[in-house]
């Protein structure tokens, strides 16, 4: 494998991280899944770069990251804008556009602010970012301690290496196309698929989940959205059996506040679940900061799985 030098974390961000599509076939073991949390922005940034879709790239919440070129790379940067500049070698500032490739030269600096909009942006390089996978993958998940660069779970910090493997000397400059880049201020209604122990709400509080807006809290993190508003209470006071927990999973706990599950959660769960928001609707939820609102709405499996065959038509998934 021939290695070259890549980017040095000039400034690591709020919480900037390791990840590819996630660890998989690996909950027995208690093992979270992991992986990028937008998964059509990071399909895409690797897209265009005509790498693998599993690629190791980087997931950066918030912003306010920088990065040195130590050779020349070409990156992708997709997701939340995050006013992204490049710091010329005569300290000339440019700007650099979203949803498309482009080479940071050696000595270069790419510089990211805060989101404009949305909350997580994704920079791949050509070829992947090298580090050992645990389980099958590079995916960080703090809360089991395993992935990124020292296989530990934790975040980027100033002064790591991310290495990169040798950089072709043909670079094609590819664009997202206009019609697929999301707008991540739009109102967002999430699609569930009814499952788990919907069965065992009534009528009246379903309707009641379907017909409130809810505001996401700010104690959401990788591990599940929480949120305000509405309370929903299961029928009987008898719990449930421990059960496997799939992504998007709507769990209702004791006080009937929802919590969307995403891809750090647990593996096994004791609260009943009213169903699942679809997958495709979990890329825009991803990107949705707290106090943002959203509503639920029902939907069909198999609609629903059409749906997400056509949104990762590009990815070869």
């Not at 006013?83 to 500032?93: E, F, P, R, V, Y």
């Not at 305000?228 to 496997?244: F, H, M, R, V, W």
Request: net charge positive; glycine share 10%; hydrophobic share 35%.
């Amino acid at each position: 494998m021939n290695i070259e030098s890549g980017l040095r974390v000039k400034k690591a961000g709020i919480f900037t991280q390791l990840q590819d599509q996630g660890r998989f076939y690996q909950a027995q073991q208690g093992v979270s899944q992991g992986g990028v949390c937008d998964e059509l922005a990071g399909g895409w940034a690797n897209y265009l770069l005509d790498n693998p879709v599993n690629s190791p790239l980087l997931e950066i919440s918030f912003g306010q990251a920088q990065f040195e070129a130590l050779s020349e790379v070409q990156l992708a940067l997709t997701g939340a804008p995050m006013d992204a500049k490049i710091t010329l070698l005569s300290g000339k500032q440019i700007k650099q556009h979203n949803n498309c490739s482009f080479i940071l030269k050696q000595g270069e600096l790419l510089t990211l602010s805060f989101a404009t909009s949305g909350l997580r942006a994704y920079l791949a390089v050509k070829g992947g970012f090298i580090a050992e996978a645990v389980l099958g993958s590079v995916s960080c998940v703090k809360r089991n301690s395993i992935g990124g660069l020292q296989g530990d779970g934790g975040v980027l910090k100033k002064g790591d290496l991310l290495p990169v493997l040798s950089q072709q000397r043909h670079f094609i400059k590819r664009k997202m196309p206009e019609q697929f880049i999301p707008n991540y201020n739009q109102p967002l209604s999430l699609a569930v698929i009814e499952s788990y122990q919907c069965d065992d709400f009534l009528v009246s509080q379903k309707n009641r989940f379907y017909n409130s807006e809810y505001q996401i809290d700010k104690h959401s993190d990788r591990m599940g959205m929480r949120l305000q508003g509405e309370p929903i209470i299961k029928s009987g006071s008898a719990g449930i059996i421990s059960e496997g927990i799939a992504l998007g999973s709507i769990q209702i706990p004791a006080d009937g506040l929802p919590i969307i599950l995403l891809q750090d959660r647990q593996t096994l769960g004791g609260y009943p679940k009213i169903g699942c928001v679809s997958r495709c609707d979990l890329s825009q939820l991803a990107q949705q900061p707290a106090g943002n609102k959203i509503t639920f709405k029902r939907s069909d499996l198999q609609v629903e799985q059409l749906r997400y065959l056509q949104q990762l038509r590009f990815f070869n998934i």
